[in-house]
């Protein structure tokens, strides 16, 4: 188990720019009556996919707030992250094989040993996702505890979920990002909060076209991408859940049209590795087959400068497209619309909050390439279009899905565990059967 001792400091005030003095005055009053107070996160990593994204900061935001509030991250090896990526993969109705020895030799003495001789005495905890969902039977905790769920459990694996369920019941509380993710078996409140993005990172910082092609110049030379052709741009993990090779398989339908053949799009293709996800670089490797020396097809891995670069592609691009078959939230639409930019995505997961169709962008089934064609040629075509759906998406996620957003709600459902006091918090319906 390990501790990041390396956060950034936030001001709460510098949101104000965003949300205005006076919800940032109403975020400071939640917190004050837990100024005393202890608040924990546990998660598999502290680098790479949004969970680790929103806790670099939600921690240090809550601190300011003056919440003394910790991130641990349970350490495994290679075989650890294997089974639990297939957990990912099967909890999410992908077809995978486990054994016994992977769930009872691997994951649960992997989280016991975590947790040797450690007990978090934070008054509240939060742990995220199936990887250290299992150390809670350890007697490790002296705290509230809430399981954070960010992956869609919807079609989820029956055995795999019955095997999480006895883990799951016996924390105070759970959390997903959508109500129909909420599966059955559930015996403890379940409560719906979104994930969201901080306009204050280098990634999500608001910037002009012209600030976007500073920053991206030594990329652009660096892999010869021209600037004044339109760029379409997905950028996710490269993982069989986010369909990139239906991206690909659509860009290249998109390009037999006369019309947009005469415009030269380019589609770039941005993906991190992480630790907890060791079949990310089989997936590119598959992916690199099928583009095939597709030299208006760049796929970009672990670039440099990543969320700088990453924002400025964002705002750089005409079309962002997202069309994952499996997707808890998707903060990479988050992130591109916040830039202004609208976006094609699949009608899956939390994904059908953000997109609004005709309004921050389209919706479409996953594999459904015609469509994803014939929304690409109006938004590359229609610029007038574009820039009012641009302008759109900006609020939409301003309303919704801003990081101050989301500590709130942490903050109103920690004040409702300690029994402070009970502010509006919605509790959703938990199936039994």
Known sequence: MKQNNHLSQIDVDAYAEYIGNQKVEY?????????????????STFEGGGVAEMLNSIVPLARNLGINTNWYCIEGDKSFYSITKRFHNI??????????????????KTNQKNFENIVIKEDFTVVHDPQPCASIIHGNYDSKLIWRCHIDTSEANELIWNFLLPYINNYDGVIFSMKEFVKAGIKKPVYQISPAIDPLTFKNRQRTHEEALDTLDPLLKEYQIDPERPIILAVSRYDIHKNQKTII?????????????????QLILVGNSADDDPEGMEMYQDILQVINGNKDIYPLLNIPDNDKNIGALMKLAKVFIHVSTKEGFGLVVTEALWQG???????????????????????????????IVSHAKHLLLEKEERARMGTQAVEHVRENFLITGLVEKYIKLMRFQLGIDYPYFKILPSPHR
């Open 91 to 108: 909890i999410q109705g992908v077809d995978q094989k486990f054994t016994l020895e992977d769930l009872f030799d691997i994951y649960i």
């Open 341 to 371: 930019t609208p976006v094609i995505g699949s009608s899956v997961g939390g994904i059908v909050t953000q997109v609004l169709p005709g309004k921050t962008g389209y919706l479409v089934g996953p594999m459904d390439t015609d469509s």
């Open 27 to 43: 975020l400071r009053s939640m917190a004050e009556v837990l100024q005393d107070r202890e608040w924990a996160h546990i998660n």
């Open 249 to 265: 398989e659509a860009f290249k339908k998109l390009n037999r049209d006369k019309k947009i053949k005469a415009l030269k799009p």
